[in-house]
């Protein structure tokens, strides 16, 4: 008997279900007839469900029906004293333009807030639903009124926000922080909206001056975070740098915000403040492992803007500080950017060998003899001891399996195995990489294998794809002339083949590292005009523009590349930056 009891509920719940679904469906399609005649069944049933409700009385208003409306909501309002209905009941009026007997009824509700606070979520709700802003507002504020334990800063934010009064949206989110600090995160992705990447921006300079004036009259490091949030937004590093000071004379616990923020500033190429960071945490900190880390990020900028006829400025640099801090386990990092230093840089790979096999001696975990192990293999590479190479990447791999450094390893079996035309061994490696747990490996391996499978078939000895894989190889080994010279040869003899596609695309990155901008906007231009149904038009219309909009001043060239990319090419990986670039140059106002 219970089992029958209990099928028989299943499937008049199951019915039911299927009954509001019907009338949901004509409500959406605005076929407003059904789906009060649905819904006014389903009230029947279930004459307390708030959804239904709410549905008759709009189905209702749909159709025009205001004296049905009005008749079923005062036939409710006569059992239940709910104010939220007195909010639809004034609506309904205001749809007949009797703004009078509206405004009475909002009052009404709004004065059931004065006996009892707790209806504001119910009136503020209904009055939100119906657009009617300025009496949500007032519900809120008289509730607060009523009841200070209530704080609806964050409820006001949002609306102030919808009217555009962006000032007192600003200081109720702010208010809400001061309320709720933990909320920080989330007031933070929630202000972001309202503002743009260029600082002279009205809302930028607006926010600004807010947060200035609450360190003013009350001090609070929360504010000097928001400050340097703000700065960091606009790229404005050096500002955001006065204020990470401040914060940590203040409170010096960590410096690590301190280093987020140099990483930032790298990661954004303002290598200049990035050093200044750098510099200031190697002068404050007490720790050895935060100085080693600053110190090797700074040795890495100076590498990268040092001529190679001043190298041995690099090489004493590293010298002292193996002086200093010892080659030890704690060194590791800087012992691997030394080798890499000698053997990419100073073209001494056989010395950086030797240094690393030394490395191996000391006391190392197996995670860190990998990662010497993986850069050994690269030195080797470099050298084109492709075998030998390949001997470290397997030992990483058997050694620790499944880990993501042991799928790093496989990848450089893959490229090594790329490197040396052996298409089909690196084709399997790839395979299994395509499920990576590394979502940068994963990508990185697909887009080889594509490469491969889409130029290994059109000639049986596999010339251009050997020719691109060694122009491949000299961009490994920092030999970027000879690999464009080589990128050449392929696209003046093998002009009708498929890999031409990827051999401009190639070159453009190529020239514009080197700033020989007409070049690369000739190669992404030749590649856009000539491969539009490929999968790389998209990576070319995106480098054309970042080109035309930082480097060559020619926004509206910018702006058509953009777009192009937001109306033809939706699942790009660069639409969100593309849409939010074009909006810049088009000087959309924020929200």
């Given at each position: 008997m219970r089992f029958f009891s209990a099928l028989f509920l299943f499937i008049s719940l199951n019915v039911f279900a299927q009954d509001?679904?019907?009338?949901?469906?004509?409500?959406?399609?605005g076929d407003y007839e059904k789906a009060l005649h649905e819904y006014e069944k389903l009230y029947r049933k279930k004459p307390s469900n708030i959804t239904y409700i709410y549905k008759i009385v709009e189905s209702y208003q749909q159709l025009e029906r205001y004296d049905d409306s009005e008749a079923f909501l005062l036939k409710l309002l006569s059992r239940r004293a709910y104010p939220a209905f007195l909010v639809e009941l004034g609506y309904n009026h205001q749809l007949k333009n009797d703004l009078e007997k509206a405004n009475t009824h909002y009052k009404e509700a709004l004065g059931y807030i004065e006996s009892k606070?707790?209806?504001?979520?119910?009136v503020a709700k209904g009055f939100q639903n119906r657009a009617l802003l300025d009496e949500a507002i007032l519900a809120y504020e008289k509730a607060m009124e009523v009841n200070s334990n209530y704080n609806f800063s964050i409820q006001l934010a949002q609306l102030y926000g919808e009217q555009g009064h962006i000032e007192k949206m600003f200081n109720s989110y702010l208010g809400f922080l001061q309320y709720n600090p933990s909320a920080l995160s989330d007031i933070k992705r929630r202000i972001n909206e309202f503002l743009g990447e260029n600082g002279e921006s009205e809302n930028n300079i607006l926010f600004r001056k807010i947060l200035l004036k609450k360190l003013q009259q009350e001090p609070d490091l929360l504010w000097n975070k928001l400050l340097s949030w703000l700065f960091i937004q606009q790229k404005d590093f050096k500002k955001a740098f006065i204020q990470e000071k401040a914060i940590f004379n203040r409170k010096p616990e960590s410096l690590d915000r301190i280093q987020e923020l140099a990483l930032i500033s790298l990661d954004e190429k303002e290598n200049e403040i990035a050093k200044e960071i750098f510099s200031y945490v190697i002068n404050t900190a007490q720790d050895i492992d935060t100085k080693l880390n600053a110190h090797?990020?700074?040795?890495?900028i100076e590498t990268?803007?040092?001529s190679r006829k001043e190298y041995n400025v690099i090489n004493d640099k590293y010298q002292s500080l193996f002086e200093e801090f010892g080659l030890v386990t704690q060194t590791l990092n800087l012992q691997m950017a030394y080798a890499h230093f000698l053997a990419f840089y100073n073209n001494e790979a056989t010395e950086a060998t030797k240094f690393l096999e030394n490395?191996?001696?000391?006391?190392?975990?197996?995670t860190q003899k990998a990662q010497v192990k993986l850069k050994l293999g690269d030195i080797l590479v470099l050298q084109e001891k492709f075998n030998q190479a390949l001997i470290y990447y397997t030992q990483i791999q058997r050694n620790l399996k499944n880990s993501t450094i042991s799928q790093e390893a496989r990848f450089r079996v893959a490229k090594t195995s790329y490197f040396k035309g052996d298409f089909k061994w690196a084709e399997s490696q790839l395979k299994i990489l395509k499920s990576s747990t590394s979502q940068l490996i994963a990508n990185d391996a697909l887009d080889l294998k594509l490469l491969i499978s889409d130029n290994k078939y059109e000639d049986s000895l596999q010339t251009a794809l050997k020719l691109y894989a060694k122009a491949d190889l000299l961009v490994f080994q920092n030999k970027k002339e000879q690999a464009i010279a080589l990128l050449d040869t392929i696209l003046n003899n093998h002009k009708t083949e498929p890999i031409i596609a990827q051999t401009l695309f190639k070159q453009g990155q190529l020239f514009k590292e080197r700033r020989d901008f007409d070049k690369a906007v000739a190669n992404f231009e030749v590649l856009i005009d000539n491969y539009r149904d490929?999968?790389?038009?998209?990576?070319?219309c995106f480098y054309l523009a970042v080109i035309f909009e930082k480097y060559l001043n020619q926004p509206e060239k910018a702006k058509k590349l953009y777009e192009e990319i937001i109306f033809n090419h939706a699942d790009s990986i660069y639409f969100v930056e593309a849409r939010k670039r074009y909006r810049a140059l088009r000087g959309d106002a924020i929200n």
């Open positions: 509001a679904n019907l009338a949901l469906d004509y409500f959406n399609k606070p707790s209806h504001v979520f119910g090797y990020h700074l040795i890495q990268k803007e040092t490395s191996l001696d000391l006391p190392l975990s197996r490929g999968i790389l038009v998209d990576d070319g």
